[in-house]
């Protein structure tokens, strides 16, 4: 089956303590989109300006995403600047121009709407809803968010909640929403706001995946170095739904194995800039890293 994908398609800046790259394709709709890719058909909404990059339209092609729900809109494609610290843990925003992003609202062609697996990637809650209002009868609904939603838009995204089969976030944002250091009391809070599953993603250290059957804890792909992290996060979640919507069976019975695929495919966005790297990558390539992964955890 395949996956809708709705979120920013972005032009990123991204600087780390040995390297600078400007204008690279990013955006959490780009990162998700291309990781489930490997996995399901996809079909991307987002939006750019008219100085957006041919190249990066003919790599969406290349990876067979359908890009007849990406609008084109006169004016500059959102912008993001960032800086890196040598700990890749700690990033500073130096700048954000929204674009023709500020007046974004996701309208479905016909053809999407009957989308069975969703990704509501990281874009304002009120977006959120607006794409699954539009949807007809989706299967597994997976919603993405951030600590600025949790700051200026909390209530539309406790209302989303109830909306959505699995909810991410990472670990600060779960202590933020439901004011709980423990993660185990956070997760127990989050669940009572809506979601069957949740999933807490936790960078170099994983993930953890909470739902009917209990806990299961993720490792990340171990990396010997890590170039730029920036879109990991959305490529996790990108190929973990792809994998699932190839899956036969219940969502249940294929969770766990989907979130080692994500895992496996994240890790290679951080080897390079931007999708630099994930773009160049096989599904071979991914199958012999979920191997690997394998065998380090099994005992």
């Known amino acids: 089956m395949s996956v809708l994908v709705v979120g920013s398609t972005a032009l990123d800046s991204i600087?780390?303590?040995k390297a600078e790259n400007p204008r690279l394709l990013g955006g959490s709709a780009s990162h998700a989109a291309v990781a489930a890719s490997f996995f399901s058909p996809v079909k991307m909404i987002g939006i750019v300006g008219k100085d957006f990059p041919k190249r990066y339209l003919d790599l969406?092609?290349?990876?067979?995403?359908?890009?007849?729900?990406?609008?084109?809109?006169?004016?500059?494609?959102?912008?993001?600047?960032?800086?890196?610290?040598?700990n890749m843990n700690n990033r500073r925003t130096l700048s954000t121009e929204l674009g023709v992003f500020e007046n974004f609202t996701p309208h479905l062609p016909e053809g999407h709407k009957n989308s069975r697996f969703v990704l509501l990637a990281n874009i304002a809650p009120s977006l959120q809803h607006h794409v699954l209002d539009q949807i007809k009868k989706p299967k597994f609904v997976i919603a993405d968010t951030m600590d600025l939603w949790?700051?200026?838009?909390?209530?539309d995204l406790l209302t989303l909640l109830k909306r959505v089969d699995a909810f991410v976030l990472?670990?600060?944002?779960?202590r933020q929403l439901t004011d709980e250091e423990n993660v185990l009391k956070a997760l127990k809070k989050i669940h009572r706001l809506?979601?069957?599953?949740?999933i807490i993603k936790r960078g170099e250290y994983g993930s953890i995946l909470s739902g009917p059957s209990g806990l299961f804890i993720a490792p990340a792909?171990?990396?010997?170095?890590?170039?730029?992290?920036?879109?990991?996060?959305?490529?996790?979640?990108?190929?973990?739904?792809?994998?699932?919507?190839?899956?036969?069976?219940?969502?249940e019975k294929n969770l766990r194995r989907a979130i080692i695929h994500g895992?496996?495919?994240a890790s290679f966005c951080c080897e390079s800039f931007g999708l630099t790297r994930t773009s160049r990558v096989t599904s071979a390539d991914i199958k012999n890293r979920v191997a690997q992964l394998e065998k380090m955890v099994r005992f």
């Open 150 to 155: 949790l700051n200026i838009a909390l209530s």
């Open 15 to 17: 600087k780390t303590p």
């Open 194 to 198: 809506g979601p069957t599953y949740v």
């Open 221 to 251: 792909f171990p990396l010997e170095r890590v170039v730029d992290p920036t879109g990991a996060g959305d490529s996790f979640v990108g190929g973990l739904l792809g994998y699932l919507a190839a899956a036969s069976g219940p969502i």
């Open 60 to 86: 969406y092609r290349k990876h067979k995403i359908d890009i007849s729900g990406l609008q084109i809109a006169e004016g500059k494609t959102f912008h993001w600047s960032g800086e890196y610290e040598a």
């Open 170 to 174: 990472n670990d600060s944002e779960a």
């Open 263 to 265: 895992s496996a495919t």
